[in-house]
């Protein structure tokens, strides 16, 4: 053990932090071990880590002294922010300089921070194809962590940027999934026409992530991209209808009707979705399959991810 270099993970009991741990886990002669950092040490989630062998500490995004001490001695460490917590880009920015500050001042030697799209550079506030939201932001969940991305640089952390895509899981745990309507038929719901959305089990975000810590230096400095598949939503209904055992249209709605449909953040998700079908090559860009699946050759598609998960998928 004492020659495993750490990586301390931020977020260790959620979606993108619990993978890449599970990760190391999986990867014994891997050359790395995790050091957990949840709020709550005691949740059912951390304790379940302990029993694994997993050092687990406590730090709090808001407290930046708790973070430099959870960093401390660690090789590396993995960068995320929860913005669906607190709905606050002030506060997901505040959370992000506060881990790139703490990384610096702990001398960590690589740092993964999990970003996305600043989309106001491709459309900008003026722009009213979509409309701004909290007066500065057309997707807030994208800008602040977009706009982060110079704190990490300009502080010389060292880091590689990874863009991560869409979660299958989405489906299961974010009301996402198909919905019955009132002919009893399941329909799947999505702003995207006929633009293909790129995906990904969250799973494979930590062990992409895993793979990235692999590579090392060559990746410092660099913005990678994940994604399994790029689908459109026809696809992604024909390949539910296979898994589901039943028939799953897809409801091509407008992002002016999904940004109405009143549940929080239902604005920010039909700017996001609209974003991703007007700039589809950009996003589908940056998001090389090829390049995910060397970093994690356990890659799964969509219809791989619902062998396993479509029994979890809420039909109500």
């Given amino acids: 053990m004492a020659d495993k270099k750490i990586i ?3 977020g260790a009991t959620g979606a993108q932090g619990g993978g890449l741990v599970r ?9 790395f071990v995790a050091r957990a950092i949840t709020r709550d040490v005691n949740s059912d989630k951390a304790r379940a880590l302990v029993t694994q062998g997993v050092e687990v500490v406590a730090a709090d995004l808001d407290d930046e002294a708790s973070l430099e001490r959870a960093f401390a001695g660690a090789y590396g460490a993995f960068c995320v922010t929860f913005y669906w917590a607190h709905f606050s880009p002030g506060k997901e920015l505040a959370h992000a300089t506060a881990m790139a500050r703490a990384a610096k001042r702990a001398g960590l ?3 993964i921070w999990s970003t996305l799209e600043d989309t106001r550079r491709w459309v900008p506030l003026d722009d009213d194809r979509m409309p701004t939201l909290m007066g500065k932001y057309k997707v807030p969940h994208f800008d602040a962590k977009g706009e982060a ?5 300009d502080l010389g952390v060292p880091t590689t940027f990874l863009l991560t ?3 299958w899981d989405n489906l299961i745990h974010f009301g996402m999934g198909p919905k019955r309507g009132p002919d009893g038929k ?3 719901t999505l702003p995207m026409g006929d633009k293909k959305l790129p995906g990904i089990a969250a799973e494979d975000i930590g062990r992409c992530a895993l793979g990235i810590f692999k590579k090392g230096p060559e990746l410092i400095g660099k913005t990678i991209g994940i994604a399994g598949e790029h689908l459109t939503g026809a696809q992604m209904a024909a390949a539910l209808t296979k898994a589901l055992g039943e028939e799953v249209r897809y409801n091509a ?9 009143g549940f929080p953040g239902a604005e920010d998700l039909g700017n996001m979705f609209q974003f991703k079908r007007d700039f589809q090559e950009v996003f589908c860009g940056a998001r090389s399959l090829d390049v995910s699946r060397a970093l994690n050759p356990a890659l799964q ?4 991810w619902l062998v396993r998960n479509a029994s979890r998928i809420p039909l109500d």
């Fill in 8 to 10: 301390a993970v931020i």
């Fill in 23 to 31: 990760a190391i886990l999986s990867d014994p002669d891997g050359g």
């Fill in 109 to 111: 030697r690589h740092v």
């Fill in 149 to 153: 991305d110079h704190v990490f640089r």
């Fill in 165 to 167: 895509s869409f979660y």
């Fill in 186 to 188: 399941l329909a799947f």
């Fill in 253 to 261: 709605v407008t992002p002016e009707v999904y940004r109405g449909f």
């Fill in 301 to 304: 598609t969509f219809d791989e």
